[in-house]
């Protein structure tokens, strides 16, 4: 894993999410300074419409459409899909069309959530 200037952080940008979890982007290669100080995990699409989640990123095995249209109604700021998800083509390009930001990632939910914690993302309630 990338070590950052900072062993520690309030936020974290796109560029820095996708080394921080070794992932390659999909779509939003324009966004790279976004910054996420707050994270939201599940592969159920209705956790994540039963809170808060207004520019968060989304770390999600989900690769359907329904990850990419609850994203757009929650606000949520980018999705990464993780164990090496790849979405279809419609997926992406609903992606780009909502300007959601879209990546993958080899690593499991697990271990994705871990070290974005680490760095200090929080989960949406902020606490550590």
Do not use: W, Y
């Amino acid at each position: 894993m990338q070590r950052f200037n900072r062993d520690f952080c309030e936020s974290m940008t796109l560029s820095e999410l996708k080394d921080t979890l070794e992932a390659s982007i999909l779509v939003g290669n324009d966004k790279l300074d976004m910054e996420f100080d707050k994270c939201r995990s599940s592969d159920l699409m209705s956790d994540i419409l039963a809170g808060p989640a207004e520019g968060c990123v989304l770390l999600t095995g989900l690769t359907t459409i329904q990850a990419v249209r609850t994203a757009a109604v929650a606000g949520i700021g980018a999705i990464v899909f993780v164990r090496n998800k790849i979405p279809s083509q419609a997926v992406i390009d609903l992606a780009v069309t909502q300007g959601i930001p879209l990546l993958t990632t080899a690593l499991p939910m697990f271990i994705s959530c871990g070290r974005l914690h680490a760095l200090g993302i929080t989960g949406l309630n902020g606490m550590r």
